[in-house]
């Protein structure tokens, strides 16, 4: 990760619970919370690589602990989040960031591959709001919701993610109309193409795809994972208190291009 250009010790006593935290871009944000001084709580399905990333995320002197849990699962979930409260205090920031995705065209994907995918993002963020809002330390407290730019842009071979990230950015700017008046902002960050995730490696995982994908780029470059952490950072503190129901992209411009720039690498 590299270093932030938020201040050291930023986020101290403060708990931020991530949703699918255990690899990619979303362990990225949970090590730049940490590393800004708060205590985090990473949850996901695997147990091997939770444990993983846990021991990562304490290596570098991060409070950290796993909860695992199927964000589909809500009784499930609603365990884990509570399990976190007890142990590190109420939630200061929520990142809903579990997510699914496989390039198919419509016909290619099953009933059940199609659902799979709407039931992990977009249920399964419900899930999460729902089930740490009780749990938030209100008023105050941010969510964050992980999106993407095919939520406002047909992409082919996307079908499955556009319908359910566009849920998502809707359901973003709802719970920000019901959840205000009890102090909670709700804001949506939408990464770009970034490297060395899981997201990528199906998308352009190959280097020649990946040097189409970033030459297509407005900024002809690829994203980090430091790159999208510096704006969650800003929309869960202090300096975005007057910001809610927004939809932030970090994708060096891919939004601009809608579904063309996936066209340079299939």
């Known amino acids: 990760m590299a270093a932030s250009v938020f201040r050291e010790g930023l986020y101290r006593g403060r708990v931020v619970f991530v949703t699918g935290g255990s690899s990619g871009i979303n362990l990225g944000l949970a090590e730049a919370f940490g590393l800004a001084g ?9 147990l091997e690589k939770l444990a993983r990333a846990v021991e990562g995320l304490r290596q570098q002197g991060i409070v950290a602990e796993g909860y695992p849990a199927d964000v589909r699962e809500y009784q499930a979930l609603e365990g884990a989040i509570s399990q976190a409260v007890e142990t590190l205090g109420p939630i200061d920031v929520l990142v809903c960031g579990a997510a699914g995705n496989f390039p198919a065209p419509a016909m290619a994907i099953s009933p059940n591959g199609f659902k799979a995918v709407v039931d992990i993002d977009l249920l399964g963020t419900f899930n999460a709001c729902r089930a740490a809002f ?78 189409r994908l970033a030459q297509a780029m407005p900024l002809q470059r690829l994203g980090t994972k430091a790159d999208v952490a510096q704006l969650p950072l800003f929309l869960a503190s202090d300096a975005a208190s007057y910001c809610t129901g927004g939809v932030y992209p970090a994708d060096g411009g891919m939004g601009l291009l809608g579904g063309a720039a996936l066209l340079q690498v299939t």
Request: proline share 8%.
């Open 134 to 211: 009780e749990r938030l330390n209100k008023p105050g407290a941010s969510v964050l919701n992980i999106t993407a730019p095919q939520a406002a842009f047909p992409y082919a071979l996307q079908s499955h993610v556009c319908a359910a990230k566009a849920g998502v950015d809707m359901l973003t700017r709802i719970l920000a109309l019901e959840w205000g008046p009890a102090g909670v902002r709700v804001n949506a960050v939408s990464p770009g193409p970034i490297l060395e995730t899981g997201g990528m490696a199906r998308l352009a995982g190959s280097p020649e795809s990946q040097a």
């Open 38 to 46: 708060a205590k985090v709580a990473i949850n996901g399905r695997n």
